[in-house]
């Protein structure tokens, strides 16, 4: 017992916990931080969503290129995503696959647009997401979000398959 | 060395530790039971869906109010709802978005339905979720579930939005 | 104080954390492997998802039954599933409900198959998945996946519900 008591030996058992709690915390962070999204962008919460971004953070759909904040928030103000919101609209974000490594993460998940007309439901967009984050004073934040919607076009697979390419997280055991 | 490991750091870093993981299985387990609801309910399992709520637990949609697991368990064994999986139906509840304080928490989340006819699948419903629930002596249970249809009525939107300005949950890094 | 930190205590402190913490650590590995998914196949990383199963895992889908690694890539690298990419196409996998137990685990998801066609999408299917995993030397890999349509057929709901009565989870609390 004292050999697996003693003081260093506690001391590595006690920074090694520490480790490994702080692995898990940041991969529930970056979670939380990504299944925001839906929720703000479909509630016209325009300064939360672009607050998901780092300050100069990118937002990179097919048919639009959105760079920093204030980019970010005109689109949830604009007229077409306002219009989306009255008619009711759902940006239904799938669980993340996260990868974090020290103050950087990678995420990769699929996306939903689905959007009320006619009396029903339409499933308008399918699309591959590929995230990167880092780690600020403030938390974790976007520093690029890339979506390609999977209509066949070849970037859409490749960015599935670039998210799960990544590293191995923090805190996994060998 | 004897800095960092005299008794008293040594109890104040389990003690985090322990509180930090403690928050770590609280999230867990409410995201567990969250993602238990579709499951159950597309297997009419009519008293494990009811379990999910806390005894007096309130399930309000759109246009059925259930107070108490009776009612729930109820609108489970209902017609409508065997004729739903008779025919072929999935109760997609997405990843949910949870933040736990103290034992209390709350959640946000999307729901599709699907179902099967004419030999296709049909897109019904896509749905905004805010759920509260508490710590029971039986581990965490739903004490609110309110579910409205992102049809563009108001409710909707406020709902998504209501869930993910909760406070900042246990264990957070400053 | 000399009460809680003496040696002993302390000790039983530590491995309670550790035990825990990989409880924690087991999931979040299970999650991530079966959130793999729908990446890999749909990028077309034959032998990476053939990688997730261990080396004579069975997948089980209701018109194909596919034993070992070989056969999973073949399927990927086969013209149907080659079409499918080449149009547009999401394997969308929803939030698994994990419960480990040891060296085991056990999961139930939704799935839902999304596909490009004629300028539009259409949700070819929703579909109920069971996964058995266990713990290898290499990792978590997944023993057997069955799959079944909900198009009404009785297997379906049966295996959402066979997915949720698995035992307590390690690290849970009484």
Do not use: K
Request: net charge negative.
């Amino acid at each position: 017992m004292a050999d697996t008591t003693n003081g260093t030996d506690i001391e590595r058992r006690l920074a090694r916990l520490e480790q490994r709690t702080r692995a898990l915390e940041d991969e529930r962070e970056v979670t939380r931080l990504l299944l925001s999204y839906g929720p703000l962008v479909d509630s016209g919460s325009a300064d939360a969503v672009a607050g998901l971004w780092d300050a100069d953070g990118v937002y990179d759909v097919d048919e639009l290129l959105m760079r920093g904040r204030d980019q970010i928030a005109a689109m949830v103000r604009s007229g077409a995503h306002q219009g989306w919101i009255a008619g009711g609209c759902a940006h239904f974000v799938g669980p993340p696959r996260v990868t974090v490594a020290g103050d950087d993460a990678t995420a990769v998940s699929y996306s939903l647009m689905v959007t009320h007309a006619d009396g029903g439901f339409v499933l308008r967009r399918a699309t591959a997401n590929h995230w990167t984050l880092r780690r600020t004073d403030a938390g974790w934040r976007i520093v690029n979000r890339t979506a390609r919607v999977l209509d066949g076009r070849p970037e859409s697979p490749a960015l599935l398959a670039s998210g799960v390419s990544a590293p191995v997280p923090d805190g996994e055991r060998a």
